[in-house]
């Protein structure tokens, strides 16, 4: 199948640490995104790890992947109200050549 | 060229006519892809291009959508007899094989309400 899954909603306070969970079924895919979409805007690409990787900093943002339980998941340090916005996480297949997206985690950051 | 660009950014319409829409991708990418999105989901895989040639069509795709890709630039896609349940954003991202991370670019979508 092609299910990405994720928890629907999460609420931190402002400068507490944001966990955003994903789950994928595709074990071939070769890499693993996450995108952060705003109100009435489009896709934005936050990071990415690639399938032989575990985990991936980039500042605020640590990416951690579980290849054995297909499971994928961003944090945010620090999370700012800016950061408020809904966290899509997509496996792109070696042989599909598609993007799958799960269907989004709404983060609120309370101040 | 500062990224995928997509028009209309709304478009409203009465069901039964056809409507068309079209993504410009970033200049040098050679892939580009539709996606859906309705309220509260994940965008849903329409079809994509490899330069002029349409590789995949989801089942989503019913015979009343079309999407061409005629220069290997820019799309268009054509939504026949339109129905309320294809009210939705409709979103285009474009991408280059062989690229380092091979990420998808999206568009600010198009907002498509049937009446």
């Known amino acids: 199948g092609e299910d990405v899954e994720q928890s629907l909603f999460l609420s931190v306070r402002e400068g507490d640490s944001s966990v955003i969970n994903c789950t994928y079924t595709?074990?071939?895919?070769?890499?693993l995104y996450w995108y952060k979409q705003e109100p009435g805007a489009g896709l934005q690409l936050l990071t990415y790890?690639?399938?032989?990787?575990d985990m991936k900093q980039d500042q605020r943002l640590t990416v951690l992947l579980n290849k054995k339980d297909k499971h994928l998941s961003l944090r945010i340090a620090d999370t700012q109200t800016g950061d408020s916005a809904i966290y899509f996480c997509?496996?792109?297949?070696?042989?599909?050549?598609?993007?799958?997206f799960g269907t989004g985690t709404r983060l609120k950051v309370l101040a | 060229d500062t990224g995928v660009s997509q028009n209309p950014r709304h478009k409203i319409t009465k069901r039964g006519q056809n409507v068309t829409f079209r993504c410009d991708p970033i200049?040098?990418?050679?892939?580009l892809y539709w996606y859906r999105q309705t309220l509260g989901q994940g965008p849903e895989f329409l079809t994509y291009?490899?330069?002029?040639?349409?590789?995949?069509k989801s089942r989503l795709l019913s015979d009343r959508f079309s999407a061409e890709r005629p220069k290997g630039s820019f799309s268009t896609l054509e939504i026949q007899r339109t129905e309320q349940g294809d009210s939705a954003m409709y979103l285009c991202?474009?991408?280059?094989?062989?690229?380092?991370?091979?990420?998808?670019?999206f568009g600010q979508g198009t907002r498509l309400t049937v009446v």
């Open positions: 991202a474009s991408s280059m094989t062989g690229g380092k991370v091979g990420e998808a670019f």
């Open positions: 595709d074990s071939s895919s070769t890499y």
């Open positions: 790890i690639f399938s032989n990787m």
């Open positions: 997509a496996e792109f297949g070696s042989g599909t050549y598609k993007y799958i």
């Open positions: 200049s040098e990418h050679n892939r």
């Open positions: 291009f490899q330069n002029e040639a349409q590789l995949e």
